[in-house]
């Protein structure tokens, strides 16, 4: 009796999306940066639960977020050049465009990275893989509201945050054991 998330992703053979991947990722690095983007966005729900944001109400952070997912997954799987590539993928798109973050994403990759050398990701389980994907978002957003000069976008386009609290106390992400 308890309602659970259900998420599928559906891929149109059609599309030349996986042509454009294919200039940067092999076919099975695409593949797994398709699933693992598409699963970042079925999780923005729990993401989002302790604020009174929908991370769809702005297009940046969910891609943001999405892409934060596939470079920690990555990492877990220990394909940390992969996890680069993210970036590299997402620098070869239109900077006018919402995917368009590589500022963004190259201090998420360095915060997932200095987890203890990625310790905290290596081996674990998707759980934890999920949470510090989290932790690693909002630590980004933390950071760009208390900063604001650090959202970089692309030419003449800035980035919209959302304000997820409004004290620092409030903005400090808390971890249950």
Not at 156 to 163: A, E, G, N, S
Request: a negative charge.
């Amino acid at each position: 009796n308890k309602r659970t998330a259900f998420c599928f992703i559906l891929y149109d053979s059609q599309s030349n999306l996986v042509e454009g991947y294919l200039q940067t990722l092999n076919y099975r690095e695409t593949v797994d940066y398709l699933t693992y983007h598409e699963m970042g966005h079925c999780l923005e729900e729990y993401v989002m639960k302790d604020t009174s944001k929908k991370l769809s109400d702005n297009r940046e952070d969910a891609e943001l977020f999405a892409d934060i997912f596939a470079m920690a997954n990555f990492l877990h799987l220990n394909q940390p050049e992969q996890a680069e590539k993210v970036i590299k993928l997402n620098k070869s798109g239109d900077n006018k465009d919402y995917h368009y973050q590589p500022e963004r994403l190259i201090r998420a990759l360095n915060m997932l990275k200095n987890q203890k050398n990625n310790e905290d990701i290596l081996n674990k389980n998707i759980n934890n893989v999920i949470d510090i994907a989290k932790e690693t978002f909002l630590k980004l957003k933390n950071d760009e509201i208390l900063n604001p000069t650090l959202v970089l976008r692309g030419e003449d386009k800035p980035i919209k945050t959302i304000l997820f609290k409004s004290t620092l106390t409030d903005l400090q992400i808390t971890r249950t054991k």
